[in-house]
């Protein structure tokens, strides 16, 4: 019999007290929580959960994810394969199940439901409502279908997504949502499908309208999309029906913390501490109905050890009645694997990053710092020798998204906001069907930047002969995640975030707003590997 017992003050986060006692677990199950009269320095409280997370934006595969993530006492993710399963598809989100069992942090994925995201863009797979049957059957514990990202053909009664929706009713799955800026009637409709979540409010007014009827509000703070401050208001009240969320969480990001970040800043706002823990701990729990303990004698002995509530310096995290981790320090190895990827075209060539125009107006893509939506802009743009050359002086430089599945020349628009005064950024993760995108001020940088990721099979680089730059973070798993050890990942990211604000850009996170500017389903336009996108009108842009 495998018996260990842990002693602390004992947050009991569901029956909203605190008291010195000792936990009893027997093969991973709490046996007994008994009361005593002791007096203790540190407390031990449920494990943090992340109720919504595409794990490939950490650029790490889950078994290294779960090596960072646990040193900030996270013990389980909610977490949609979608941007994988848009490369490499049944394959991909097998791989990505696979890799995660190796570990002990409790991971819980979806099937994807909107892969490609849409039909106006080139991704690398197509996951049918047959596959998503499929998955149902060969992975039981699949909880939920994913992100149904195509909220209007929702609303217009689209017969394959309600052919995926009524798959997830009957085998008795439930359905996450995104609906960034829905309201009204369109946004009752949309819940009528029994989409019961949504991560994607960017206004407490929004946030309000959809728990009035009967969502669950994921509060998110990524590393591109940073809603905490504009949402974290509304869980004074309706903190029942909150959770928090990362949805994207860049390496560099993770190393510093995750799901404790947004618990410290909470307690900071002034909220509760078992308001904050609800939202932390015990919601997505209950909402996907995960196998993760909440301290309640028959739970699965899933916890943390801190030093004190103020300072959340988190001594030990215990999944299954096993400390793996110790003061900031993993307690299990990495794991091998067997690399995927899809990547199929030759180097580009300067000229293809040309557009040649006899007019100059054009509308332009205005980036938001922090925020995945954009703003449709119309400018006069530069042009030399008939090309439409970028303008660093007024912030408009060009962006391209070249297809990495087909050889075909890359689509070209103009951009704002990335602040680039010479050289360029690239990045095979581009948010949802990871073409390779590409900003910047000179047509031979953005053509070096884009060919070395073609080289490396998958990466983020950046490119300035100007000073002599040519640097290149390789991501060989599917493109979009590297083979080597956390710390290795998000040092060189640092570094490469650090010469993209040296070449001027005043963005937070340059690379993570860059990978989001091909994402057609957030409006207000965007670029695919197709042409440039209203997310409005969800068509093209002549």
């Known amino acids: 019999m495998n018996a260990k017992m842990f002693s602390g003050n004992i947050i009991d986060v569901l029956n909203e007290k605190i008291f010195p006692g000792t936990i009893s677990v027997e093969n991973g199950i709490i046996t007994s929580i008994i009361e005593d009269e002791k007096e203790y320095d540190h407390f031990i409280f449920p494990g943090f959960i992340d109720s919504h997370i595409h794990i490939e934006s950490s650029m790490l595969p889950p078994s290294e994810f779960a090596r960072a993530a646990v040193c900030h006492g996270t013990v389980a993710v909610v977490s949609d394969p979608h941007e994988i399963a848009n490369v490499l598809g049944l394959d991909g989100i097998r791989f990505m199940i696979e890799n ?29 409502a047959e596959d998503i049957e499929a998955l149902f059957k060969e992975y039981p514990d699949i909880k939920y279908l994913g992100e149904m990202m195509n909220f209007p053909g929702v609303i217009h009664d689209d017969p394959g997504v309600l052919e995926k929706i009524n798959l997830a009713k009957k085998y008795g799955k439930l359905i996450d949502g995104h609906a960034p800026g829905l309201s009204g009637d369109d946004l009752k409709k949309y819940i009528s499908a029994d989409i019961s979540t949504d991560h994607e409010c960017f206004t407490k007014e929004e946030a309000l309208e959809k728990l009035s009827l009967g969502m669950k509000i994921q509060i998110r703070e990524g590393s591109a999309a940073k809603n905490f401050d504009a949402l974290i208001d509304i869980a004074r009240e ?241 493109g979009l995640m590297s083979d080597k050890h956390f710390n290795i990942v998000a040092s060189r990211y640092s570094e490469l975030d650090a010469y993209a604000k040296k070449l001027g850009s005043e963005l937070t996170a340059p690379f993570m707003t860059l990978s989001f500017m091909a994402l057609l389903v957030i409006p207000e336009i965007k670029l695919s590997d197709k042409g440039l996108f209203d997310g409005n009108a969800f068509q093209f842009i002549s």
């Open 100 to 128: 995660a069992k190796t570990v002990p942090m409790k991971f819980y994925f979806s099937a994807p439901s909107c892969v490609p995201a849409t039909r106006f863009e080139t991704a690398g797979a197509h996951i049918s």
């Open 238 to 478: 309706h903190f029942h029906n909150c959770m928090f969320c990362s949805d994207d969480k860049h390496p560099d990001d993770l190393f510093e913390g995750h799901i404790n970040d947004l618990v410290k800043r909470a307690l900071k706002s002034g909220l509760d501490l078992m308001k904050v823990l609800r939202m932390a701990c015990v919601n997505p729990v209950k909402h996907y109905d995960l196998n993760v303990g909440l301290l309640q004698k028959g739970d699965p002995a899933d916890f943390l050890v801190i030093d004190s509530i103020d300072d959340l310096n988190i001594k030990n995290t215990v999944i299954n009645g096993n400390i793996i981790q110790k003061n900031g320090r993993a307690l299990f190895p990495r794991r091998k694997f067997e690399i995927k990827n899809n990547f199929n075209i030759y180097p580009k060539f300067v000229r293809d990053f040309y557009v040649e125009h006899n007019y100059m107006k054009t509308p332009v893509i205005e980036a938001l710092d922090g925020q995945l939506i954009t703003h449709k802009l119309e400018r006069d743009i530069a042009i030399e020798n008939h090309n439409l050359i970028s303008d660093p002086n007024n912030d408009i430089l060009k962006i391209a998204v070249v297809n990495r599945y087909v050889n075909r020349k890359p689509a070209i628009a103009f951009v704002k906001n990335f602040g680039l005064k010479r050289g360029a950024i690239a990045s095979s993760i581009a948010h949802d069907s990871h073409n390779i995108v590409a900003v910047g001020v000179s047509e031979s940088d953005m053509c070096d930047a884009v060919n070395m990721i073609i080289k490396k099979k998958g990466g983020i680089a950046i490119s300035c002969q100007q000073d002599d730059i040519s640097e290149i973070l390789p991501l060989p798993i599917a």
